[in-house]
């Protein structure tokens, strides 16, 4: 699964801590990151020299997207993550496989290995703001600008549309994916595919209320237990529905919870808490 906004913010704190001052003397591409580069989702083959040589100055994040900023005032970007970091503090713990390896000039290096796709791209402001995902992020439900007003606001612009994939419209409300957004509409007894025009206010103030309390709490147990942050640590949030579903009871009412495809990704539902 997906690095999603509890996993991100751990991440780039740490990486905040670890890398600061830190100095890229060599990027090593492996051999996976081939397919990467060929989607256009990788940039470090052309551009990579431009992150070279310069201080780590700052590293933030918004939404999905970590953004390691340089003294030189370029960026290294990572987004839409699928895969796991790691920090080596020495060529002895260094992987054999990874899509790649930025060296320090101090010994010490950052590995990322992807198990599908990511988003490592080197680049200027500008680049940034003109790139179609990550100059295009809305606020996660953790920053000031989520208020109920602005959630409502975004339900209306896409009331004829299903309520699972108008959370994981990125330039609107940033931080989702499928994995925190299948345990919130659990949470809020919402079927996945209900359309935002069918959600009576209270299901819309509830839905809200609970966006809020699952992230805050996944963010206070550090991400999830599947994912691992920048030293091989898992997090200690547990999904509330997960695969596999084949003896999965709903914890509320006791019946048989269902996987469907919805929007491309799997959604765990239960048929009977989650009614259309
Ligand atoms: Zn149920």
């Not at 370029?74 to 993550?81: A, D, I, S, T, W």
């Not at 002895?92 to 000039?105: A, E, I, N, R």
């Not at 992230?215 to 237990?225: F, H, L, M, Q, W």
């Not at 999965?248 to 009977?272: A, R």
Request: hydrophobic share 35%; net charge neutral; aromatic share 10%.
């Amino acid at each position: 699964m997906g690095l999603e906004l509890p996993e991100i913010l751990n991440l780039s704190r740490q990486m905040e801590k670890t890398l600061k001052n830190k100095i890229i003397s060599e990027i090593v591409l492996g051999e996976r990151s081939k397919g990467l580069i060929k989607q256009g989702m990788c940039s470090l083959d052309e551009k990579g020299d431009e992150i070279l040589n310069s201080p780590i100055k700052s590293v933030k994040s918004r939404g999905k997207w970590i953004f390691i900023g340089f003294k030189n005032e370029m960026f290294l970007v990572l987004g839409e993550l699928i895969g796991k970091f790691r920090y080596l503090e020495d060529e002895k713990d260094f992987p054999d496989s990874y899509h790649v390896l930025f060296q320090f000039t101090d010994g010490s290096a950052l590995s990322f290995q992807s198990s599908l796709y990511a988003f490592l791209l080197a680049a200027d402001k500008e680049e940034i703001h003109d790139h179609k995902y990550a100059g295009n992020i809305g606020p996660s439900p953790v920053d000031e600008e989520f208020t109920y007003s602005y959630f409502c606001d975004i339900l209306s612009k896409y009331n004829n549309r299903g309520i699972k994939g108008v959370l994981n419209l990125q330039g609107e409300l940033s931080g989702l994916g499928n994995a925190y957004i299948n345990d919130i509409l659990y949470k809020a007894r919402i079927h996945p595919k209900a359309k935002v025009s069918s959600l009576k206010d209270s299901e819309k103030k509830e839905l809200y209320d609970v966006i809020i309390e699952t992230v805050n709490t996944a963010i206070n147990k550090r991400g999830s237990i599947k994912e691992y942050d920048l030293f091989g640590e898992t997090g200690n949030y547990v999904r509330l529905v997960d695969q596999p579903v084949k003896n999965m009871k709903c914890t509320i009412c006791g019946v048989q919870m269902v996987k469907m495809n919805v929007m491309g990704s799997s959604s765990y539902v239960c048929p009977q808490c989650q009614r259309m």
